[in-house]
């Protein structure tokens, strides 16, 4: 049986969605990310946006085979925003994403029941307000190889529909190609076996 090799996830930050519940507005956004950092600036930008907003609660979820994930309830009672925002991540089954949802408070307190659902709705319409795509896990290798091999490289990499994301032509050519996971290893064995190309993981 074939690895799973694919994953889900948005590429563009989805429209700012808005959920009321007894006058407590819930402003919610996704952002697709990479890294913490972006997470940072992420966050940051909202605080600037929102900065009369008393919480700005969120959760992310980074990384395709490994996953790192965190969700932050930012001053309301524990497990009554993170968690539930964090939960679409899952139920959407999404990755590389941060979802935010910022609160202001209208006077009336909803209790952790009215909290858990006005944030899992707002986190839920971020996600249905998002264009979620699925992405294929791929594993980049160097090629290494005289002009004389640059024909029959050539030839796999359009045989095999493989993507060249990087060339350089100095004394030897080298290219760094992308291959979906699940198909990394024959390919690996082809250029392996080809006389005087040299391969090599790099990512």
């Known amino acids: 049986m074939m690895e799973k090799d ?27 990310v990479q890294t913490e950092e972006e997470i940072k600036e992420r966050l940051e930008e909202l605080k600037k946006l929102h900065h009369t907003a008393r919480h700005h609660c969120y959760a992310w979820q980074i990384g395709t085979e490994t996953t790192r994930f965190r969700a932050n309830d930012d001053g309301e009672p524990n497990n009554s925003a993170g968690q539930p925002i964090f939960g679409q991540i899952q139920a959407f089954n999404v990755t590389n994403i941060l979802i935010v949802s910022v609160r202001y408070f209208g006077g009336t307190k ?17 996600l249905e307000a998002s264009e979620i795509i699925e992405k294929t896990i791929n594993i980049v290798y160097q090629l290494t190889f005289g002009y004389d091999m640059m024909n029959k490289v050539q030839r796999i990499v359009k045989e095999r529909n493989l993507k ?12 760094h190609i992308s291959v979906r996971k699940n198909e990394a290893a024959a390919i690996f064995e082809i250029f392996e076996n080809l006389f005087k190309v040299k391969i090599k993981k790099i990512q």
């Open 6 to 32: 694919t994953y889900k996830t948005i590429v563009l930050p989805s429209e700012e969605t808005l959920f009321k519940d007894r006058n407590s507005k819930f402003f919610g956004y996704a952002f697709p």
């Open 110 to 126: 909803l209790g952790v029941g009215g909290l858990i659902n006005a944030y899992r709705t707002s986190a839920q319409y971020a």
């Open 164 to 175: 060249i994301v990087l060339q350089k032509l100095e004394l030897d050519c080298e290219y």
